[in-house]
């Protein structure tokens, strides 16, 4: 079915765009500057960890907060307060070097103010267009967002490079600002809660955990989720030190590998953008689930740079297919009334990265990030082939549940 693009449709496109943007720019230049402390691939962890840690303890809220509050002003907050978060860095970084714990605290800072944000942007898509061209719709939103992340890592990297941090994060602050000012004037139709649609907020965050106790199909969901969060995406830590040490490249390098990875997950939405697809997604998510971890052996067998950007961009294109059609498929298994909360959810699973870097950042510290990267890579396939023996409807060939 087509997507109709509506003038509201259109805002919330836009403004992706320029939110996307800024946070590939500013996990670009955070995960560099945790590299330039000490070279250890540890702190690079801890750092991301800080970032992701927000997502676990704040996701179920998010998701609530989504559902009873009007989510274009919840994500205009969010702009705003990002703008200003980064502009605060800037001037953090022009005072003077920061130390790791420094580092760490901003991170949290900014990981808590974006969780709020994901529940909402993507409850706020199902809110402006139908179901039918659901998947369509967060595909096309995804697509600019991917494309936009990779735009925003390869110039914060060679911003850096030319210029300096503080101006690579002044940058980044404008771009949230921009993505603000895109929602000026959006509306979408409300929607209609019974009394026990909405409950006291109390009452709807049990509910949210009652989602995963409650629905099979969610529990999997999530389980799944957590599971490739912990062993695909900790990838991320490997990467700044991978382009150090093995590929003896400089922040224009890690800059254009992030680009790479940014640029698969934009080819990946854009082939998901076929609204067939939804009838397929979760064998779709089956397939992409055992590709990344593929595509991560091949990352630990890569030497050159130019064969370590082909197998990030295979990453990136598995990592990008990944989050959409789990997101689907979480948000769909649930009444309209409780989507923000199956967001929620959602960004709970994401909430298990922070374990994800540290085990990563440890291992690598221990016996070398080609080592990490491989042991990452056969977890990642082994927790695939897991899912698909729990759950036969992630194999090719299976029988597709209805609804």
């Known amino acids: 079915m087509r997507l109709g693009w509506t003038r509201a449709f259109a805002q919330l496109w836009g403004s992706s765009l320029f939110a996307a943007a800024g946070q590939g720019m ?116 995804a697509l600019v967002s991917r494309f936009a992340m990779a735009l925003g890592a390869a110039g914060a990297g060679a911003l850096i490079a030319w210029l300096d941090v503080p101006a690579a994060l002044l940058v980044c602050a404008a771009t949230f600002a921009a993505g603000t000012l895109a929602l000026l004037g959006l509306h979408a139709p409300a929607i209609q809660h019974t009394v026990r649609e909405r409950p006291p907020f109390r009452a709807a965050l049990l509910e949210s955990l009652r989602l995963i106790s409650d629905l099979p199909r969610v529990r999997l969901l999530v389980a799944a989720g957590i599971a490739c969060e912990i062993f695909g995406f900790s990838y991320m830590t490997a990467v700044p030190v991978f382009a150090q040490q093995v590929l003896a490249a400089g922040p224009e390098g890690l800059g254009a590998l992030n680009a790479a990875a940014m640029a698969g997950a934009t080819i990946a939405v854009a082939l998901l953008t076929s609204s067939r697809a939804s009838r397929h997604s979760a064998v779709l998510l089956g397939a992409v689930f055992a590709g990344f971890g593929l ?32 997101q689907l498929l979480i948000q769909t298994a649930v009444p309209d009334a409780q989507r923000g909360r199956a967001v929620g959810l959602w960004v709970l699973s994401i909430g298990s990265a922070p374990v994800g870097h540290l085990l990563m950042g440890a291992i690598a510290a221990a016996i070398g990030v080609v080592a990490a990267l491989a042991l990452s890579g056969i977890a990642t396939v082994l927790c695939a082939l897991l899912l698909m023996a729990l759950a036969p409807e992630f194999r090719a060939g299976a029988r597709q549940p209805r609804g």
């Open 26 to 141: 500013e996990r670009t230049i955070s995960a560099w500057l945790a590299l330039a402390l000490r070279g250890d691939p540890f702190d690079v962890g801890l750092v991301l960890a800080a970032r992701m840690l927000p997502s676990f303890l704040f996701g179920l809220v998010a998701g609530t907060t989504a559902d009873r509050h009007d989510r274009r002003r919840q994500l205009m907050l969010v702009g705003t307060l990002l703008a200003a978060g980064m502009a605060a860095y800037a001037l953090l970084a022009r005072a003077g070097p920061l130390t790791l714990v420094l580092l760490m605290l901003l991170s949290f800072a900014i990981g808590a103010i974006q969780t709020f944000d994901t529940p909402a942007r993507q409850a706020l898509v199902l809110d402006i267009v139908s179901r039918e061209t659901a998947l369509r719709a967060l595909a096309l939103i």
């Open 295 to 326: 595509a991560l052996l091949g990352l630990a067998a890569s030497r050159e740079l130019w064969l370590a950007g082909v197998t990030i961009l295979a990453i990136g294109f598995c990592a990008g297919a990944y989050d959409l059609l789990l």
